[in-house]
Each structure stands twice: as C-alpha cells, then as structure tokens.
C-alpha cells in the first residue's frame, strides 16, 4: 500500500462532479479529505490523502488527469513565521483558500494551517519572508 497527498484544482464545469466517490468505488482507493475549497459552478480545489495499491493510485491520477483535473503532489507544509509578519495584507488578497485573512476592524492578519494548500503564492509575495515553506 501506498500513500500520497496530492492538491486537485478543479476547473469550473466539475466541481459538482462525484470525484472522490469515483476514486474510492472505481479505483479502490482509501481517500481521506484534509483541506476543500470548492464553490460550486467556480473553480475548487482539494487537498486529499489518497491509500491504495501502486497501480491502483496510478490509475486513479490517469482517471483525473483524463477528465481535467490538476493534481500535484504535496510533500511540503507552509509555516507562517508570525514575528517577521508586519500585517501588510500583501498575502491576503493571493490566497485562493483565504487561509490567510486580514480582520478588518483590527487589520491584524491571521493564518489558518487547516486551510492552507501549499500553493506557495503567499511565499513568493511576502516581502518579509515571514512566509516559509518546510519540506
Ligand atoms: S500557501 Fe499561502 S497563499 Fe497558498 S493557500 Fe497556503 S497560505 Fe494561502
Ligand atoms: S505578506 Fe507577509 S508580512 Fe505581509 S501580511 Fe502576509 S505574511 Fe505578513
């Protein structure tokens, strides 16, 4: 058995698609759901755990690949390295979970882990490196 942690960004027109119902009933795949982003009729994304056999996975991401859907795979954890963060809220508008989020009436900015997809746009943006990425 294998495990894996792969991102899946949905385009628009699948969203409401029963994807990892196909991969568990289809591809006899154990499928453990750790972060979701999906709105319907717009683009979603979703972080999962994916256990089966080697070939069982393989053909599983074919399965997502054939019907449009990105996978990559997600071997690192985004930190938020709260001391050098100057709340300037140049992250805040970039995250596509809002895993990063400015309190309006404080302006101070927070960072929600379970919400956050690794997708490192908060890293390349942050002027105060106070973003990281740990692998
Ligand atoms: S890596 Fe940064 S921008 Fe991407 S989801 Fe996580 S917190 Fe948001
Ligand atoms: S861009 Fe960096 S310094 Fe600015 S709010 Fe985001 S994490 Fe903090």
Redesign the pocket.
């Known amino acids: 058995m294998t495990t894996t942690k792969v991102v899946l960004r949905f385009p628009p027109d699948l969203t409401d698609q029963p994807v990892t119902y196909n991969l568990i009933k289809e591809y006899d795949l154990m499928v453990n759901i750790l972060r979701g982003h999906i709105i319907p009729k717009e683009e979603g994304m979703l972080v999962l755990e994916v256990t089966g056999k080697k070939k069982q996975l393989q053909r599983g991401m074919d399965y997502l690949a054939k019907i449009g859907v990105e996978t990559q795979k997600l071997s690192k954890d985004?930190r938020w390295l709260k001391d050098l963060c100057t709340h300037c809220t140049a992250?805040t508008s970039?995250?596509?979970?809002h895993?990063?989020s400015v309190e309006r009436d404080t302006m101070l900015v927070s960072?929600e882990k379970a919400?956050?997809?690794?997708?490192?746009?908060?890293?390349t943006v942050c002027p105060y490196s106070a973003?990281e990425v740990q692998f």
Not at 94 to 97: E, I
Not at 115 to 123: L, N, P, R, S
């Open positions: 985004i992250c970039l995250c596509p979970t895993a990063l960072f919400e956050c997809i690794a997708c490192e746009m908060c890293v973003m």
